[in-house]
């Protein structure tokens, strides 16, 4: 079940920071089977915020807004605030399963963790636990952009398929690991959005004013504290991993804009010698499966190239010496609405 809601994942993160070069982008560009059905009772993301996403970057205000109607339209997810940030945003983390998983769901995660201290060895009828999170580096928006859609998504999908999905997976879903830093980026590529979108490299939109939105309120990057543990966002972070434990987290981020989508393995002279053999197995074999959804869309990727899977403070390796499998996802950036790809040849 990981493979389904990983392809909604990584479709939706590639399209949401492509979809702004559109005038206006439609929900039905980034939806990832155009028959799949959607109750009529679970708000949109235009619904809620006045928009589709894609025609400006949602603030954190209006992204927790957002949840908070999920979470309250929807038996699917339920919603939990794990303190706030430096600036006094909510750490919200929602737990999106079904309805009969939800009712079970102490005992869910007794089970799964006692998989961890070798108390129980049976995986028979047991959910998979991920753990979804997006946009540690603030000035990185596709991730919390495409968490509107994919929560959309989980929430409202209908049909076979998601119940399969739902009722064998347990989805910890993060919309914003920084919220500080999302919330100044938005305020400054919203501010200086042209009506007539510039995408020339530039203009104004993308030159944000020093610190940027990469950081925290402390200009701490916190993909480099996942082992330190300094910063509460980090902290309500690692709780969450080690109450449960997950067998997949996922991290989404954004590299250069002349650049197409990675994801992991990363190199592989640079996977730190205490990761597992079978990680670096798994975490290839499970990139088999975004190759196969990208080469459907027709999209350019590459992996084992660029990013590396050796430091264990950073989201996509701390799992991996801690009996989960972390995967990076890199998009393109347009640090803004929309820039030109310069290819050089």
């Known amino acids: 079940m990981y493979k389904a809601i990983l392809m909604v994942a990584c479709l939706a993160f590639a399209k949401a920071l492509t979809a702004q070069t559109l005038v206006d982008p439609t929900l039905s560009y980034y939806l990832p089977n155009p028959s799949t059905t959607y109750n009529s009772e679970i708000s949109t993301p235009q619904e809620v915020l006045g928009y589709v996403p894609g025609k400006w970057h949602v603030t954190h205000d209006k992204l927790t807004e957002y949840m908070r109607v999920l979470a309250r339209e929807s038996d699917r ?67 919390s952009n495409a968490a509107l859609l994919l929560a959309y998504h989980l929430a409202a999908g209908q049909g076979a398929e998601m119940d399969e999905l739902l009722n064998n997976t347990v989805i910890l879903f993060d919309p914003s690991f920084n919220p500080d830093g999302l919330q100044r ?31 925290n309120h402390y200009w701490f990057d916190m993909n480099r504290d996942w082992l330190p543990v300094q910063l509460p966002e980090s902290q309500a972070r690692i709780e969450t991993f080690h109450n449960w ?101």
């Open 245 to 345: 434990m997950p067998n997949i987290l996922t991290d989404h981020h954004e590299m250069g804009t002349n650049a197409t989508f990675f994801f992991q393995p990363g190199i592989p002279s640079r996977t730190h010698p205490l990761t597992p053999a079978m990680n670096q197995q798994l975490t290839r074999k499970i990139g088999d499966f975004h190759a196969a959804e990208l080469d459907k869309i027709g999209s350019l990727y590459y992996t084992e190239e660029s990013y590396d899977d050796f430091y264990y403070g950073k989201g996509s390796t701390f799992p991996d010496v801690n009996g989960s499998i972390g995967i990076l996802f890199e998009q393109a950036s347009s640090r803004g609405h929309a820039q030109i790809l310069k290819m050089e040849c």
């Open 185 to 215: 980026f938005a305020g400054w590529v919203n501010q200086h959005k042209n009506e007539n979108i510039n995408p020339d490299s530039y203009d104004r939109e993308y030159s944000e004013a020093w610190p940027g939105g990469r950081t």
């Open 77 to 143: 997810i339920t919603l939990e605030n794990r303190g706030t940030t430096y600036e006094g945003r909510p750490l919200l983390l929602l737990t999106i399963t079904s309805p009969q998983n939800h009712a079970n769901i102490e005992q869910i995660q007794a089970d799964h963790i006692a998989l961890s201290d070798g108390s129980n060895a049976s995986t028979a009828n047991m959910p998979i636990v991920v753990y979804q999170g997006f946009s540690i580096h603030g000035n990185e928006p596709s991730g």
